[in-house]
């Protein structure tokens, strides 16, 4: 496992996870801690719980029907299956990006103030000034600025992704969780939201699925290896691309499986 | 080469088959009412009253019958639409598996009861219902004849908005939940606006369904051709007075002709409404 260094630094503490679809287990004893301000790239063979895992941490898994999760998981020091904890308190400080960009069917302008408005913000120029803010944060907004009331449907697919993005960030997460957010993307666009990320790991911890190993490499800082429900490796990128100890991890960052 | 050309052309066919029969009855009706035009001609069908047998003058005012169907068509939907709405959100979004599967086929089966089985109903229990419960002389009237068929378009309205409701996508309702919204918020700003152009569809159908109905209306709107914007009184509906004299009226007479003058006019009714709600689905089924 990682060192002590961040011990005090942890943005995600994750004890003794396991959890079920019903009868079937997709995440055994998973014990983790992520730390805060940096990327951490969760990589293994499609199926290993990655998505599963990821959904956890923002309690998405929990409106899928007959699941069952046991352990802890701590954000900023507070258990988020704690029976106090407020689910909509954690959404805030715990953003989403999916793998299929999913802008609702409204205006560019409205998608990024979805977030805001829900949570009660109610002036015009406060909304702006949100919209604007997080478009350019998502380096959007010089490509959309002057047709925010267009809907979103009409943007290339990089781009509905980058709005995506801009939406999380409106809410002023502190915490991004992205599942494979360039997998569906064109090579331009990829590059665009991978450099995104790299901006934006200075003011946010974010947690990336990837399936692509050089974007692992090049974007992360920490990697975590699952395969079949374990978390069977987790280091520092470096370490673990250039020397990894497990046979296993061995085999799947050179290709020879996944 | 052939063979494309050939199932091209038995698709041609069955459409215009279609638009064919349309442009024939629309003929058909024209043809049975045209002597109106010339005797008494066109300006008598707006007259306030509708009297087509007399001894003294007969009229032939469509005012009575077409109010009577608006006032009877708005207050069903008036009716239907709030309960259809708020059922087919709850069965899409709400309900649990356990409860979908007894609503659904709940909803079928009131949608598969013959509307003079319901005008049945709203004769023998509806009507002494309303009756009694407003110190009325009789229970049939407008306001009765909106209940049942408001109870005749919900299933329709019901099962259409669900289907529309179920066929948002998943992703936009997670998108919504992931930012911190509530069900209730994700619900009422992204789901409903997503499934809007189908919900409209779904009131329209309804409401065609409430327009064109005869059985149920002939039975307990009490029947009376009378200009009125209270529920309380007796109307007559467009549809109830074509199904009614149809039977009595001497073959080519004026009386005759009128009726199918009621009958065009039902049809413009119904055909304005298709447009207008496909105009609807238009202008919002895509976000433009
Ligand atoms: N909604 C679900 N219901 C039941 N099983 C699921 C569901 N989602 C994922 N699984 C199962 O859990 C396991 C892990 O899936 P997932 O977390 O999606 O893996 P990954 O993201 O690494 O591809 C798989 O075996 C998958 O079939
Ligand atoms: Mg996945």
Redesign the pocket.
């Known amino acids: 496992m990682v060192g002590q260094e961040f011990s005090n630094n942890r943005a995600i503490e994750v004890n003794s996870l396991n959890f079920y679809y019903g009868d079937s287990q997709a995440l055994f004893d998973i014990n983790i801690a992520i730390p805060r301000k940096m990327v951490t790239a969760l990589i293994g063979p499609?199926g290993c719980g990655?998505?599963?895992f990821l959904r956890t941490l923002n309690r998405m898994n929990d409106i899928i029907d007959d699941v069952r999760l046991d352990g802890r998981i701590m954000v900023d020091g507070d258990d988020i299956y704690d029976s106090k904890m407020n689910i909509v308190t954690l959404r805030k400080k715990v953003g989403m990006v999916f793998?299929k960009s999913n802008p609702f069917p409204k205006s560019i302008f409205d998608n990024v103030a979805y977030g805001p408005r829900i949570h009660g913000t109610k002036s015009n120029s406060q909304l702006a000034e949100i919209v604007e803010k997080s478009l350019e944060r998502s380096g959007l907004w010089e490509e959309v600025k002057d047709r925010l009331d267009d809907s979103a449907l009409g943007l290339s697919g990089g781009q509905q992704q980058r709005l995506c993005i801009a939406r999380a960030l409106a809410v002023q997460p502190e915490i991004l969780l992205m599942?494979?957010p360039a997998s569906a993307l064109d090579p331009r666009s990829t590059t665009k939201v991978e450099d995104l990320i790299g901006e934006l790991k200075k003011d946010y911890t974010i947690i990336i699925?990837t399936h692509n190993m050089q974007q692992a490499a090049r974007d992360s800082d920490h990697t975590a290896f699952f395969y079949e429900g374990r978390l069977v490796e987790y280091d520092e990128t470096s370490n673990l691309f250039t020397n990894p100890k497990e046979k296993q991890t061995e085999d799947y960052i050179t290709g020879r499986f996944g | 080469m052939f063979k494309d050309k050939a199932i091209k052309g038995v698709f041609v066919g069955m459409a215009s088959t279609s638009i064919f029969i349309m442009l024939l009855i629309f003929v058909f009706l024209f043809k049975e009412a045209f002597p109106f035009i010339k005797h008494p001609g066109l300006s008598s069908l707006l007259d306030m009253k509708w009297v087509p047998v007399s001894f003294q003058q007969e009229r032939f005012g469509l005012l009575p019958l077409a109010s009577g169907t608006c006032l009877i068509t708005m207050l069903a939907m008036l009716f239907a639409v709030p309960v259809s709405f708020f059922s087919s959100i709850y069965i899409a979004e709400v309900a649990r598996p356990m409860e979908r599967e007894i609503l659904k086929p709940f909803i079928e089966l009131l949608a598969s009861i013959p509307s003079v089985v319901l005008g049945f109903f709203g004769l023998i229990v509806l009507a002494p219902l309303i009756k009694s419960f407003f110190g009325l002389q009789s229970g049939l009237n407008a306001i009765s004849g909106s209940i049942l068929l408001a109870l005749m378009a919900t299933p329709t309205i019901i099962s259409v908005s669900e289907d529309a409701i179920n066929s948002v996508p998943s992703s936009y309702k997670n998108a919504s939940l992931a930012l911190g919204a509530s069900r209730v918020q994700t619900i009422f700003k992204v789901v409903v606006p997503a499934a809007l152009p189908g919900i409209i569809a779904a009131v329209m159908l309804g409401a065609g369904r409430v327009i064109g109905e005869t059985m149920a209306v002939l039975m307990v709107t009490g029947n009376a051709a009378r200009i009125t914007a209270n529920p309380l009184e007796s109307v007559r509906t467009m549809t109830a007075t074509i199904a009614a004299e149809m039977g009595e009226v001497p073959f080519g007479s004026t009386h005759y002709q009128a009726l199918f003058w009621v009958g065009i006019v039902l049809l413009v009714m119904t055909f304005s409404l298709n447009v207008f709600s496909q105009k609807i689905l238009k202008k919002y089924g895509a976000f433009k």
């Open positions: 499609s990655k998505s599963t793998q599942d494979e699925v």
